[in-house]
C-alpha cells in the first residue's frame, strides 16, 4: 500500500484539526513507531503508508472526542486521503467507536500500539532521564500491570491488539519499546521544530 498523501500534506491536515501539542506529540510518536514496525517486519516499501496512518489515526480526536473515527473519514477525505487510508485509520477504532476491523497487519500493528505507546511515554516522563533510552523492559512490564498507572490507557484494547497479532504481550512490550527508542530523537526534533 501507498499514501496518496505526502508527509508534508498529512502533518499539514493533522494541524488543521489539531492545536495541542500533546495530541501532536501522540500523532508523531506513532508516526515513528509505525515506521519503524513496517521497516522491521519487512514492510519498508509501504513505510511511508504505515508512518501516514500512524500520524493521522486521530485526526478527529481533538476536536471531536465523542465522534473519534467516525468524524475522521470527511476530515480524511477532504483532506485528500484515499480509501485505504481511511479504513486504516479508522480501523484502531475497532470495538470501541466504531465497526471498522483491522484486517492488515499495519492495521493490527497500529490496534496494538497506539495506547501502549501512552503507557510507554508517561513511564518515560517518570524517568530520571525523561527517556525511554534507559527503559527495561522488566519496569515497563510493572507500569503495563499496574491499571493505576497511566489509566487512560486501555490494558483491555492492547491485550487485545497483541492477541490479533497472535503476540505475546511481552514481545508487544518490548519490539514497541524498541521503536520508541528508535524515534526518540527523531520525535525531539520534530516538536522542538514545531514550538
Known amino acids: ?48 503508508f504505515w508512518a501516514t496512518v500512524g500520524l493521522l489515526h486521530d485526526i478527529d480526536f481533538e476536536r471531536y472526542p465523542e465522534q473519534h473515527c467516525q468524524k475522521a473519514p470527511e476530515l480524511l477525505y477532504a483532506g485528500g486521503a484515499d ?19 483491522p484486517e ?19 513511564a518515560a516522563r517518570m524517568r530520571p532521564s525523561k527517556s525511554v533510552m534507559d527503559m527495561e523492559l522488566s519496569s515497563l512490564s510493572k507500569k503495563f500491570k499496574d491499571k493505576r498507572f497511566a489509566a487512560g490507557c486501555s490494558r483491555e484494547v492492547i ?24 524515534c ?4 525531539a526534533a520534530e516538536m522542538a521544530r514545531m514550538a
Open 1 to 48: 500500500m501507498q499514501t496518496t498523501l505526502t508527509r508534508e500534506q498529512a502533518l499539514a491536515l493533522l494541524m488543521a484539526h489539531n492545536q495541542e501539542r500533546f495530541h501532536l506529540q501522540h500523532a508523531l510518536t506513532v508516526e515513528g513507531v509505525m515506521r519503524w514496525y513496517a521497516t522491521t517486519l519487512g514492510y519498508g516499501d509501504e513505510a511511508d
Open 159 to 182: 491485550t487485545t491488539g497483541a492477541q490479533q497479532l497472535g503476540w505475546e504481550m511481552n514481545d508487544l512490550l518490548d519490539k514497541t519499546l524498541q521503536a520508541m527508542r528508535a
Open 184 to 187: 526518540e530523537a527523531w520525535l
Open 104 to 122: 492488515h497487519l499495519m492495521e493490527k500493528v497500529l490496534f496494538a500500539v497506539d495506547e501502549l505507546t501512552g503507557i510507554i511515554g508517561a
Open 83 to 101: 480509501a485505504a487510508l481511511v479504513h486504516a485509520v479508522c480501523s484502531h477504532g475497532y470495538g470501541i467507536c466504531c465497526d471498522v476491523k
